[in-house]
């Protein structure tokens, strides 16, 4: 009998930290992005750790998801298609507007990646499936929304 206590309060004390493992660890942040009255639910990173990784790795989004990189401040970020698995759009946003998009970054052929910078400062960038930036008729000077 002793045993078996032991053994419910091990099971207890293991889902309580794999519930808080989880919760600190893997809990998600999203942000609502308003393009044109269209809503993108927006993963939104913001530490260095997160930035660097983005999308690397994943398998796709979701239609209508994507991912917003929160910078600390304004500046030309370059990004890149790292270890990606599909294509994307990336769209730069500063001051509530489209600033600069590339559209369809392929997935890279070598271990050289190329790079995607922008015409001008941005302190988000928006990155979502390829081919919803045409889909959507966005432009540069488009009014962005973000629910931040």
């Known amino acids: 009998m002793k045993n078996k206590w032991h053994l419910i309060i091990f099971l207890l004390i293991t889902a309580i930290i794999l519930f808080v493992f989880n919760f600190v660890l893997f809990d998600k942040q999203f942000t609502k992005v308003t393009i044109n009255q269209q809503v993108i639910k927006a993963e939104t990173v913001t530490t260095s ?3 660097i990784r983005g999308l690397s790795g994943r398998q796709s989004l979701a239609d209508n ?5 929160v910078f600390p401040k304004v500046d030309t970020y370059d990004f890149w298609m790292k270890d990606m698995k599909f294509s994307i759009d990336i769209i730069w946003i500063n001051d509530g507007r489209i600033i600069d998009i590339w559209q369809n970054a392929p997935i890279p052929q070598n271990s050289q990646p190329a790079r995607y ?14 081919g919803t930036v045409e889909k959507n008729g966005w432009k540069i000077g488009d009014f962005v929304k973000l629910g931040l």
């Open 49 to 51: 750790s997160e930035i």
């Open 65 to 69: 998801s994507g991912m917003l990189f």
């Open 117 to 130: 910078h922008p015409r001008d400062k941005a302190g988000y960038v928006l990155e979502v499936g390829a």
